[in-house]
């Protein structure tokens, strides 16, 4: 499977500012995603990273809160815009489309960030 | 879209007993059913698959059924040990379309597994 890296592992952060999360791949993927996991929830997915074009955002999410970029195949990042301590979460990044499967989707170690 | 539910919400077994996790999924055009582990602190890591064109499949302790006439799809754990102790999460795709690799996940089981 991929080597799925995130930065930053963890932060806290001021109301108000913005954080931007890297997502880097060891091989290029033809899928990338951004979901976010509330403590003791499931997996909530916020978009889809489009390589080239804009992300496909999930209803409730909204690109002038969670600006995505996918500048090639191998890297993604989300920001965080305007936080709140509402946005305190885990972060997580995921892949599919690697070397021999199409589905198979692999997460990365997450960014847990702290909203104060 | 698709609507994946999950039961029980919490389950606790003996060691060396067996675990039963079963998910419901309402899209028919679904093909691909993944099972995580999420241990705490950690990220979610795949256990086991099974595609719509199998009806069961196995990897050592565990096992995973699918039946596409009903739309269920169930893990099974067998001789629990201590170390399975997480939350395990099912999921189901949607083939085709724009939606094509997204994965709609169901709200996890806590299993405790007691020594």
């Known amino acids: 499977s991929a080597v799925i890296s995130q930065k930053p592992s963890r932060d806290i952060c001021q109301r108000g500012t913005s954080l931007t999360i890297q997502c880097q791949v060891d091989?290029?993927?033809?899928?990338m995603f951004w979901y976010r996991q509330q403590p003791g929830q499931s997996l909530t997915l916020i978009a889809t990273?489009?390589?080239?074009?804009?992300?496909?955002?999930e209803s409730g999410f909204v690109i002038d809160k969670f600006p995505i970029s996918r500048p090639n195949l191998t890297f993604s990042t989300l920001t965080v815009s305007n936080m709140s301590p509402e946005d305190s979460s885990i972060y997580l990044c995921?892949?599919?489309?690697?070397?021999?499967?199409?589905?198979?989707?692999?997460f990365g170690p997450g960014t847990r960030l702290t909203v104060l | 879209g698709e609507n994946v539910e999950q039961h029980p919400s919490t389950l606790s077994v003996q060691e060396g007993d067996s675990a039963v996790i079963k998910c419901t999924y309402s899209?028919?055009?679904?093909?691909?059913f993944p099972w995580y582990k999420q241990e705490l602190g950690k990220r979610p890591q795949l256990i086991i698959d099974?595609?719509?064109?199998?009806g069961e499949k196995k990897d050592q302790r565990i096992a995973v059924t699918l039946n596409k006439t009903a739309k269920h799809f169930s893990l099974h754990i067998t001789e629990t040990q201590p170390e399975d102790s997480a939350v395990y999460f099912c999921?189901?795709?949607?083939?085709?379309?724009?939606?094509?690799?997204?994965?709609?996940f169901g709200r996890g089981t806590q299993l405790t597994v007691w020594p």
């Open positions: 091989s290029q993927v033809t899928m």
């Open positions: 995921s892949v599919a489309g690697g070397p021999g499967s199409v589905d198979t989707q692999y």
């Open positions: 899209d028919s055009a679904s093909n691909y």
């Open positions: 990273a489009n390589q080239g074009s804009e992300a496909t955002y």
């Open positions: 999921a189901a795709n949607r083939a085709g379309g724009s939606t094509l690799g997204r994965l709609y």
């Open positions: 099974i595609r719509s064109n199998v």
